[in-house]
């Protein structure tokens, strides 16, 4: 039965939670996984239509060499942006994870294991491709304080951890099946960060479908609005950089942020990458919409 005292936390199931520690028992660092000797700055970091300007004349006019360098810098800054959200989700676990039952607690650990070793990944990626800290990072201050304000065992606590995982997540799995003539360490990362966010997105798709046991039809529909706002928020933080990146990225001057921001090809582009994941929450009773 599900608890209706929404003040109450709703319980994790053990066997969910020990049946996804027990995929996370082959642990291996990812730093000693990835093969560093193929990082190559002659080739794409992303694939051309992930980037931010694709399909915007301006871009499409400058030369390859420039085209990739701002493909680098946008998958740099995409890593950037992981770090920042990770850190977050990492101080909550650590400081909320001894409120759980022991299989939650132990599936949590497995966590907080595996998304330090993706911070470390993406740092050293970084430090190889001497490309950290080269432009303005743009921190969502909303963002960072609901990630450490919102009480742990909250509905919308753990809809906005759902949403902090997929919308990065669905441009990792873009990439991976995009591959081809792509530099193979980025899409070593991106196979490796994917592989272990399917268990964290699973995790935090079941805690949430718990929590909405235990909402209304009234309340659902205010929590979809709310992350609906969340959700383009986290769409800005990673999908859409700073005008310090282009300038960095050695673009000549112009209104470049403006340009992928009216993008219509960048729209659709965002559209196709979280449509499943608006899908899904809607199949939870959460009725959001996006853009």
Request: net charge positive; proline share 6%; glycine share 6%.
């Amino acid at each position: 039965m599900a608890d209706t005292n929404p003040m109450r936390p709703v319980p994790l199931f053990a066997e969910h939670a020990t049946r996804l520690a027990r995929h996370s028992l082959p642990y291996r660092d990812p730093v000693a996984r990835v093969n560093w000797d193929r990082l190559s700055h002659a080739m794409f970091w992303l694939p051309e239509a992930a980037v931010s300007l694709a399909g915007v004349r301006e871009y499409d006019a400058l030369p390859l060499a420039t085209r990739q360098r701002l493909s680098h810098y946008e998958f740099a800054h995409f890593l950037d942006t992981g770090i920042w959200l990770e850190g977050l989700f990492l101080e909550r676990l650590a400081r909320s994870a001894r409120q759980e039952g022991r299989a939650a607690r132990i599936y949590q650990l497995h966590e907080l294991r595996e998304e330090a070793g993706h911070s470390l990944m993406f740092l050293e990626f970084l430090k190889r491709a001497r490309l950290e800290a080269q432009w303005d990072y743009e921190e969502d201050r909303v963002l960072t304080v609901l990630g450490r304000r919102l009480p742990f065992g909250s509905t919308l606590f753990w809809g906005a951890i759902l949403l902090g995982e997929e919308v990065p997540d669905r441009l990792n799995r873009y990439i991976r099946l995009h591959a081809q003539g792509i530099c193979p360490v980025t899409v070593e990362l991106s196979v490796l960060h994917s592989t272990d966010e399917a268990r964290h997105i699973a995790y935090g798709r079941e805690v949430l479908k718990r929590r909405l046991g235990a909402t209304n039809a009234l309340s659902r529909r205010l929590l979809a609005h709310t992350l609906k706002s969340l959700l383009a928020r986290f769409v800005r933080a990673f999908y859409y950089p700073p005008a310090s990146l282009y300038r960095a990225a050695g673009l000549p001057e112009g209104p470049w942020r403006a340009r992928a921001a009216a993008s219509a090809d960048r729209h659709r582009f965002v559209a196709h990458c979280l449509a499943p994941t608006v899908t899904r929450l809607r199949a939870l009773g959460l009725p959001l919409t996006f853009p």
